[in-house]
């Protein structure tokens, strides 16, 4: 006996996928490779680590006269003295207190030794804290630059090696967090 095929049920013909893997692999790399990722750098300190328990009796030692500090409230008030100071006006206050401080003459102490002690509230916002280290930094880099002309007749940016070390030996960053 013959079978007669139904011609009248029609197959659909399937695609080929075995090179769709491939293919989408291959894109996806070619899209890694070439795609730019925006980085934040963030600031560029290294924190320090907490003091050891025998070291927290440093405070003793220093000379009050010698530190700058700085209070951030919880409410984002930024105190130096007991009084309420804005951001901006740090940086004139901090450049001036670094180069006149106010140590004893009697003493053989050095200009150079002072401290900026910031002392943060648990809850203190994140911009008053980034605006007074933006203040910090750009009182040292006055500074620096200052000297750097008075003393080598270029920009701080523009010194060697060995000059950037004569300047910040003569101006050094002193900061200290609580």
């Known amino acids: ?67 700058f500090e700085i209070d951030l409230t919880a409410d984002g008030k930024i105190i130096h003295n007991d009084e309420e100071v804005e951001a901006d006006k740090l940086c004139a206050m901090m450049k001036e207190f670094i180069v006149n401080p106010k140590h004893d003459e009697t003493l053989s102490e050095s200009p150079a030794k002072h401290i900026i002690l910031i002392n943060a509230d648990d809850n203190s916002k994140y911009e008053s804290y980034f605006a007074v280290e933006n203040q910090i930094v750009n009182a040292y880099k006055q500074l620096r630059n200052e000297a750097s002309r008075k003393r080598f007749g270029k920009p701080y940016d523009a010194l060697n090696d060995r000059q950037l070390q004569v300047i910040d030996e003569a101006i050094p960053q002193r900061v200290s967090e609580k």
Do not use: W
């Open 1 to 67: 006996m013959l079978f007669k095929k139904n011609f009248s049920s029609h197959e659909i013909p399937e695609l080929n996928t075995t090179s769709t893997a491939d293919i989408s692999f291959m894109l996806l790399i070619l899209f890694l490779v070439t795609t730019s990722m925006d980085r934040n750098f963030g600031l560029p300190y290294q924190l320090s680590k907490p003091a050891p328990k025998h070291l927290e009796h440093i405070e003793k030692v220093v000379d009050r006269r010698n530190v």
